[in-house]
């Protein structure tokens, strides 16, 4: 299967969590380390799908870190498989609607996505929360293959060393949806963090990257929760 699922569901754009949520480890079970990047594993009531969590530490800044998850340009140069991705509706630099389509293997259908992100900022401890989930959108295309579900998808930026590096904790839960197996699924998840993280050590050395600006600590989202609704299914493969 081509890794470029797992990918989508990890970094499908933005995403959140708390600071008290994501430092939560009793609750993670570690089951791998390399290249620098820690892996764990979670179980989530509901769902047979394992959650993944990788944890890393980068040398750069937490807002230039930033820009590589949110910056739409560069996105095909770290996020294996790739097609379209394509802001559905801008609510502000730091929420939006996206749809990002992914290419699979020539036996399983493509996967395509629609969520909100939004990205917020602790004052007092400079931490910086991403958070993305699934949500249906007038303007989003009709799938190409299967619309998967974003169930959770959470990154933490903490500043290290005076702020000249970060931290990052990168978590995810999603499902792809259609005939995969659940195994099959986990399996081929359990690997994203430490590539993803790993692709994006590299990413963050290339020059287009900025201090990206920051919200205004208690930002609020613009009617987000009366708008959101989990995406549909697709019936394909």
């Given at each position: 299967m081509n890794h470029s699922l797992l990918k989508v569901l990890a970094l499908t754009l933005l995403v959140f969590a708390g600071p008290g949520e994501a430092l939560a480890q009793n609750r993670w079970q570690k089951i791998n380390e390399e290249s620098g990047v820690s892996v764990y594993s979670k179980a989530f009531p509901g769902t047979e799908i394992i959650g993944f969590r990788g944890i890393v530490d980068v040398d750069a800044a937490p807002r230039k870190v930033l820009h590589v998850f949110v910056e739409n340009k560069h996105k095909h140069e770290w996020v294996n498989?790739?097609?379209?991705?394509?802001?559905?509706?801008?609510?502000?630099?730091?929420?939006?609607?996206?749809?990002?389509?992914?290419?699979?293997?020539?036996?399983?259908?493509?996967?395509?996505?629609?969520?909100?992100?939004?990205?917020?900022?602790?004052?007092?401890?400079?931490?910086?929360?991403?958070?993305?989930?699934?949500?249906?959108?007038?303007?989003a295309p009709p799938t190409v293959g299967v619309r998967g579900l974003i169930l959770r998808s959470n990154i933490t930026l903490i500043p290290i060393s005076g702020g000249r590096k970060t931290r990052i904790i990168l978590e995810t839960l999603g499902d792809p949806k259609g005939w995969i197996p659940t195994w099959l699924v986990n399996k081929t998840q359990k690997n994203w963090p430490l590539e993803t993280l790993r692709n994006l050590k590299t990413q963050v050395k290339k020059p287009y990257y900025h201090l990206y600006p920051l919200p205004k600590s208690g930002t609020k989202s613009v009617a987000t929760s009366k708008r959101r609704k989990v995406a549909g299914v697709s019936k394909s493969q």
């Open positions: 498989g790739l097609t379209k991705s394509v802001v559905l509706e801008s609510v502000s630099k730091h929420e939006s609607v996206v749809y990002q389509s992914f290419a699979m293997s020539s036996v399983v259908s493509d996967r395509d996505f629609v969520f909100r992100g939004k990205v917020t900022r602790n004052p007092k401890t400079g931490w910086i929360s991403l958070k993305t989930r699934s949500e249906r959108h007038p303007k």
